[in-house]
Structure formats: C-alpha cells, structure tokens
C-alpha cells in the first residue's frame, strides 16, 4: 500500500501535468477542456483535504 507522501507527490505530479495539458486547448477544444477540468477539481479538492497548499501549484485558479 503506497504511503500517504507517494499518495501526495502522485497527485501533486498529476496536477501540474493536467494543468500543463489544460491551458493551451481551452479554446481550441473546449469540450475537452471540460472534461480536463473536472478532474482538475476533483484532484484540487483531494490535495486540499489532505493539507497541500495549492497556492504555488495551481495555476488554472478557476
């Protein structure tokens, strides 16, 4: 069973991939864009509960 760090930096790292991913087809793509950002908050909402601050990291801020 993965530790609560491996659980953090995985999500943290999936965060900033998404976000990276998000930012250049919010236009182009929307229906995608979307979809991207439902995970995006479900990841937000998760890193929040266990303590991360997001402050830094999230750079989509919706």
Do not use: C
């Amino acid at each position: 069973m993965p530790s609560a760090a491996d659980i953090i930096k995985d999500y943290v790292t999936e965060f900033s991939r998404l976000q990276d991913w998000m930012m250049p087809i919010k236009d182009v793509a929307p229906d995608t864009y979307e979809s991207m950002h439902k995970r995006y908050l479900e990841l937000k909402v998760t890193l929040s509960s266990l303590g991360v601050n997001l402050t830094e990291i999230d750079r989509i801020k919706e």
